[in-house]
């Protein structure tokens, strides 16, 4: 019986974890819930589950993630505000199902520090589906990875076809349903970008032996590609329930959780080169990443600040990445990532957004 902990129980991922776990009450009992302000449906949640600890906001989160006795910690909290839960429950020893990846990128070598080998377990999907390839083989053998990226409701457009595209367009994600901001990102490409740090940070790959393909279909979730020219691809279709238990239970794989792909009907899957005049998100993203320091916290903030403002109809759609760019041209990024010069940098990155949003 594994004791869990879901952060962010009210969203998406923290859903489909319950779903998850309801599945297979034999083996997890969850102990706390936390959410952000969704008091009446954390405590629904609560009652069904039987669980006593719940708390709203991030200090109850990081709460949860310390106190509560526990064997794993689901982090599906949305944005950077992850940060402090995330470090809760590594220091607090639990295993660290990683929805979060905001907190591992701003938090980049402090979060890594505070980690032993194996106690993050990634829940995005394309992490998720390199963690199952590796087990192909031996961190020497690996050549690349390779991320899979949806190419989002705007895949195929070009930079002046994107200028006028709407919020309700952008929320549009052609395979996945998520939260807004994720949703957005995909649209941008920024999550592809997040991700690409992400990937360097979990799995200790270069930046220039991490690849990007996109691929609209979402059943290849990621690759990792061997010396020997091999190429170990994880497909299913696309639902999150599957990287959830595997956060949940890792190495175990449970059964009763998704609908394997359908051999006996033809299909085609594409695979296409991005387009990186149309979305410079991914340039920049692994430009900050290769930066390190209070880089990625910045890139994050700022673009966290310009979800919001293309959302509040402040800004456009390509006037999100147009001001995460600003905002990092302008940080000179101290020497030393400590968790003080971290929380600045944040600071003055939305503060940044927002004189380039006036
Ligand atoms: N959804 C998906 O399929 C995937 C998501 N992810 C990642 O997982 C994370 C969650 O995404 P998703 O589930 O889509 O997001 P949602 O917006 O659907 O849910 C976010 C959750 O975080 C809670 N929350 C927000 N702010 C706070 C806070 N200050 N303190 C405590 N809790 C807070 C929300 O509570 P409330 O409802 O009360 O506001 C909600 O429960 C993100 O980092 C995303 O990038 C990664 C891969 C796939
Ligand atoms: C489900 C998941 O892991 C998301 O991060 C997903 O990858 C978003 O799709 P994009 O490939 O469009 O970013
Ligand atoms: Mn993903």
Same mark, same amino acid.
């Given at each position: ?5 879901? /952060? ?103 979060? !890594?520090?505070?980690? !032993? ?44 076809? /994107? ?6 367009? @952008? ?82 794989? /449970? ?11 033809? @299909? ?28 990625? @916290?910045?890139?994050? @903030? ?34 030393? /990532? ?21």
């Amino acid at each position: 019986m594994r004791r869990v902990v879901i /952060l962010g129980s009210t969203g998406s991922i923290g859903e489909q974890a319950l779903d998850v776990i309801s599945r297979h009450p034999d083996k997890f009992e969850v102990v706390a819930l936390g959410t952000g302000r969704n008091a009446e449906r954390l405590a629904e949640q609560a009652t069904e589950f039987g669980v006593e600890h719940t708390g709203l906001g991030v200090d109850a989160a990081v709460q949860l993630a310390r106190d509560v006795d526990a064997d794993v910690v689901l982090n599906g909290i949305t944005g950077s505000v992850g940060l402090a839960p995330t470090i809760a429950a590594l220091e607090a020893g639990r295993t660290l199902a990683l929805a979060n990846k905001e907190s591992l990128i701003v938090g980049g070598d402090l979060v !890594k520090r505070l980690a !032993k080998p194996g106690q993050i377990v990634p829940v995005d999907s394309e992490h998720s589906a390199i963690a199952q390839a590796l087990r192909s083989g031996t961190h020497e053998e690996v050549r690349r990875l390779v991320l899979t990226a949806s190419g989002g409701p705007f895949r195929g457009r070009t930079r002046d076809e /994107l200028h006028g595209v709407t919020p309700q367009q @952008a929320l549009a994600h052609p395979t996945w349903d998520m939260g807004r901001v994720i949703t957005t990102n995909s649209a941008t490409l920024v999550n592809k970008g997040l991700e690409v740090i992400e990937a360097h940070l979990l799995f200790d790959v270069p930046y220039d032996q991490i690849d990007i393909v996109v691929h609209p279909q979402s059943i290849v979730h990621s690759m990792v590609e061997f010396i020997d020219g091999s190429t170990i691809a994880q497909a299913s279709p696309p639902d999150m329930r599957l990287p959830i238990a595997l956060g949940l239970g890792w190495p175990d794989r /449970l059964s009763n959780i998704g609908v394997p792909l359908d051999w006996t009907k033809a @299909a085609t899957w594409e695979f296409e080169p991005v387009d990186n005049d149309a979305f410079p998100a991914l340039n920049l993203a692994k430009q900050v990443g290769a930066a390190k320091g209070t880089f990625p @916290a910045v890139f994050n @903030a700022a673009n966290e600040e310009a979800v919001d403002a293309f959302h509040d109809g402040k800004i456009s759609f390509t006037g999100i990445v147009d001001a995460v760019r600003e905002v990092v041209d302008r940080h000179d990024g101290p020497a030393e /990532l400590t968790l003080e010069s971290l929380a600045e940098a944040e600071r003055w990155a939305r503060a940044e957004a927002h004189r380039v949003f006036a």
